[in-house]
């Protein structure tokens, strides 16, 4: 039988997560699999889950993405304080005697997550693998050395965390996993075809660091941007650190075909500590995440209400004086 991976897309994280995954359920779990499928998954408008990416003919397993009540879900990890999209979610886990459904909150990636339960509960190793679990977990930890690490990006690991948070295309992207299975991170990304998409993302991240220098506004601890009318979907969430260091938290607007969507997070290296739980803030507003970042999806439509909404999260978030 086959097994259906879905995963959370244009993320790092999701991405090494399918990868030590796929390789612990093909050593372990069942060595004569048919094959693998994968899906990514993104969060969209209002919480909804995409219940047509699960599969009737498949085992399906889900990976760094929220929790689905689905009978045909065999198999998941989460490290998300977000991860239940209702009570009665929360509930069906709580029954759950499969042992093959895992959160953790604590854990900074799922990728981690998940090669630390292959080797407690199953006893899989794969040495090969430590790099790969040592940079999601860095990546989505943000255990940057500092701001400057992640948005100048000289390590090939964030060269790679770039080009899977920009590229669209899910058959690429695939073929990156598959890559990822036996080729280390430099050699992945100094692939020609990972080049040839690299060198426009690149230069479209340092146009970015400028159009964000000229858009943001700085106000007792928070930097907020609006990036609605500027084409912008998708931008390193470092930069507003790296412009702004004395900044705790930042908030961003953008739009897409399809969603309109605020991003929170806080600065890992901010000299006044974070006070709130960003995921809880969030998900008053439908949204979630963890609670040193998290993020609100619309529809795309909703641009004045995203906008209504993103400034009511700035004035929770901004401390009492500069």
């Not at 760094?64 to 009570?87: G, I, M, P, Q, T």
């Not at 080797?119 to 860095?138: Q, T």
């Not at 930890?141 to 790679?160: D, I, R, T």
Request: overall charge negative; aromatic content about 12%; glycine content about 4%.
């Amino acid at each position: 039988m086959k097994i259906r991976i879905l995963y959370h897309g244009n993320c790092f994280d999701g991405v090494a997560s399918a990868v030590v995954f796929t390789k612990f359920y093909k050593t372990v779990i069942n060595p004569s699999s048919d094959g693998v499928e994968y899906r990514p998954m993104v969060h969209r408008p209002n919480n909804a889950f995409d219940y047509e990416a699960l599969s009737d003919e498949a085992e399906n397993a889900i990976v760094d993405f929220k929790y689905c009540a689905d009978e045909r879900v065999k198999w998941w990890f989460d490290h998300h304080e977000s991860a239940f999209l209702s009570n009665a979610d929360r509930e069906h886990f709580l029954r759950d005697t499969s042992g093959q459904k895992f959160l953790d909150t604590e854990s900074k990636s799922c990728c981690e997550l998940i090669a630390r339960i292959a080797r407690e509960k199953f006893g899989f190793v794969d040495e090969f693998l430590e790099e790969l679990v040592k940079w999601a977990h860095i990546i989505d930890g943000a255990l940057y050395e500092s701001a400057a690490q992640c948005v100048e990006l000289k390590e090939p690991a964030l060269k790679l965390m770039q080009v899977i948070e920009f590229e669209r295309d899910p058959d690429f992207i695939e073929k990156i996993i598959q890559n990822l299975m036996n080729k280390r991170i430099e050699e992945v990304v100094a692939d020609e075809e990972v080049q040839k998409r690299l060198k426009p993302i690149l230069s479209e991240h340092f146009k970015t660091i400028e159009l964000i220098k000229n858009k943001a506004i700085y106000s007792r601890g928070v930097v907020s941007f609006d990036l609605v009318d500027e084409g912008v979907e998708v931008y390193n969430k470092f930069i507003p650190y790296y412009l702004y260091p004395q900044t705790t938290y930042n908030v961003g607007i953008t739009r897409s075909a399809s969603r309109t969507k605020i991003s929170v997070g806080s600065n890992p290296w901010a000299p006044r500590p974070r006070r709130h739980n960003i995921a809880q803030i969030c998900e008053r507003y439908g949204g979630g995440g963890h609670a040193v970042v998290g993020a609100v999806s619309l529809p795309a439509e909703d641009v004045e209400l995203g906008r209504k909404y993103m400034q009511e999260i700035i004035k929770e978030l901004q401390f009492d004086t500069d």
